[in-house]
């Protein structure tokens, strides 16, 4: 995206360019809630009408979680908790998980003979 560029060299997105990221957003979050809502009802339904197992039910249940992870990452919409309550404890969480994955990374080098082969 060409956008306008500051004093200081950086780029930045246009009115237009943001109004547009912003659309994007809107509809992919509501597909998301779509797609989520979706998966997770066909599958407590069928448990709840012994369609399946319960072996099978928390099979899905976990496939469910690897998939989407928590809808409000970090944080719960419990009655009484405040929007900015659940905004810090998503800022938090994200923080914690970022910090790990930088701090749990392998620090050996990577050999030309290690790196993944195109087909």
Do not use: C
């Amino acid at each position: 995206m060409a956008g306008k560029h500051s004093e200081e060299g950086a780029d930045f997105l246009t009115s237009q360019e943001m109004q547009e990221w912003l659309s994007q957003e809107v509809k992919d979050s509501a597909k998301a809630h779509e797609l989520r809502v979706k998966e997770a009802t066909a599958f407590v339904t069928a448990f709840a009408n012994a369609e399946i197992s319960p072996e099978e039910a928390m099979r899905r249940r976990l496939a469910y979680d690897q998939r989407w992870g928590d809808a409000l990452f970090g944080a719960t919409a419990a009655k009484g908790v405040s929007d900015e309550a659940i905004l810090s404890s998503i800022d938090a969480a994200r923080e914690q998980s970022l910090n790990a994955s930088w701090t749990n990374k392998p620090s050996r080098k990577i050999n030309r003979e290690d790196a993944p082969r195109g087909r």
